[in-house]
């Protein structure tokens, strides 16, 4: 009997494996990812922590490079702490503002380099080819937008909405690089809690996948001042706003759209979500430690 158990089991370990790699259809096949020198880890520089936890169990130990996306909408002494953390880990790191294309220049100089680096162990014939790098994070985190400001074109279609690349393109132009870039890492459904709340609030979850109340009402508690409940604040915030209905009343459904709306293109402020002295990553080089933000049967949130 016991033989048997054990036999289902490792059916079940396998099984289990193979439907975290279903969740992201877009993912290229471990034959294309033999050909990458370098992988890119797009995190919002407003959910750093979530970003890498999200993409870290698809491309475990692969070397990378960081590169905080959005900085413009975050926090800078977070943001700065940040790359900080990721650098301190043995990961180049770079706040690279993918929209305006400030950072970009520092990213293609330390690029260049590596590519220096590489082409110094190879036999001359191989000198001339590009340096291979991958995107990769969560959906709507810059990806498209970064690869068209590598390699000065705009080939990749970007755009305010999650999920809009849908299969991985390999992108060529002058220049030294070719750049894989791919969709969004994850089926965000199987992400739950305050990291859903995160993810949502940063749009990297499609509309129809998250309660804007719920996820309004986090940001108001992050935001409101002391003393002041999040229901509260939201009220006064949509009344200041004049975001009323019919009977005068305010309307909390556009209020909590509007809210969310608004702190997604900055006009809350430039803030941070998580902060670098809550990251709880491991000490090695990419060890972004083992607990994902991914909920499924077999994984639970600490402390639920
Ligand atoms: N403010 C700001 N907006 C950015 C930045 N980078 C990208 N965006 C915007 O974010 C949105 C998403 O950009 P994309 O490049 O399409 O993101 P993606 O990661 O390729 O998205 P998917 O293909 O949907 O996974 C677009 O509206 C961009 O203009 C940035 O650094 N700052
Ligand atoms: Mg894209």
Redesign the pocket.
Known sequence: MAPQRHGRNKVTARSKKASVKKTHPGLPAEKALGLVDVFLF?ADARIPLTSVKLAEPYLRKRRRIYVL?????ADPKMTAGWVEFFASRGNPSFA????RGGGVARLLRHLRSMKAEIDAKKPAVLLHRPLRIMLF?P????????ANRLLGTTKAP????????RSSNWLKGRGFLEIL?T??VVDTSLVKGEAQMKLAAAWAIPDNRYDAADVAYYLAAKIAPQGHEPEEYLEEWGAAKGLLSEGGLVDLKRTYRTFIHEFRE?LLGRLTLESPDEGQIGEGPGDTGKESVIETNNTKRRGE
């Open positions: 797009l996306t959005k900085p413009d909408l690279v503002d993918c929209k994070g959906p709507n985190v810059g990806k498209s937008s970064l970007f755009g305010a909405k999650p999920g809009l690349t870039d969709p969004g900055g």
